[in-house]
């Protein structure tokens, strides 16, 4: 990135490491929004319901399945030919680390006014978090990655292609058990204006051209949930009948 020195008005280059802690501010924020989702219990973006639900059928953390998908993902790039930056490898591995460590350390809390918050907070978080690892241009994710190629690859719409593969994973996550809810609702319709606000508050020039493209699906949810009943103690797992409450 260039910005103008305010003494002599001439163009001076941002040194890399400002775009690498950009990266993985992002990234590591990206896991943690996630997070915030699954203990609110109130419902997942697409991708996160698929995660979820495979983390129930396998018994592994969500971080873990989001890591392994996101690097099944990467695989199919290479039909499309797309080649993957620092930015994409990192995704698949530091969004679902990010993922995990946050579950580990956010515990469960049944009643509405503790997880209304954190829906709407892991939502509003997510938004800059994509803005932040967006902007650093390193590359897109790996589920990114495979929209835009097959954007290129079959002459359709972006958003075409982009509702088509979240729907898919989306209907395929609530088959296998992944949480459907008003969360699900709150991130669909909320987190391009974020993620599109946020890469103009962040403000680089890449950022900037790329504003209007679709937001970015990274990784994952937390562990399968597990527990007894939806009392309102707090709990590390959320009850496992309970993936997702109803208001």
Known sequence: MRRRSHARGVPVRRPPVHRLVRLYAGLALYGASDALLVRA??????????HQGLSRLTGISIGLVSIVVGAAVLLL???LRQRPGLGTVSNVVLVGLSLDATLALVPYHAALAVRV??????????GAATGLYISARFGPGPRDG????LH??????LRLIRTGIELTVLAAGFV????VGVGTVLYAVSIGPLAQFFLRLFDTPPARSQAGLP???AAGSGPIMAGTDGSAGIRREAPEHRVVDTI
């Open 41 to 50: 219990s109130l419902g997942l973006d697409p991708w996160d319901v698929f």
């Open 77 to 79: 790039w290479w039909p």
């Open 117 to 126: 918050p954190l829906v709407v907070g892991g939502v509003l978080l997510n």
């Open 146 to 149: 495979l929209m835009t190629g």
């Open 152 to 157: 290129r690859r079959t002459g359709r719409s």
């Open 176 to 179: 296998l058990g992944g949480g």
């Open 215 to 217: 937001a970015s699906s």
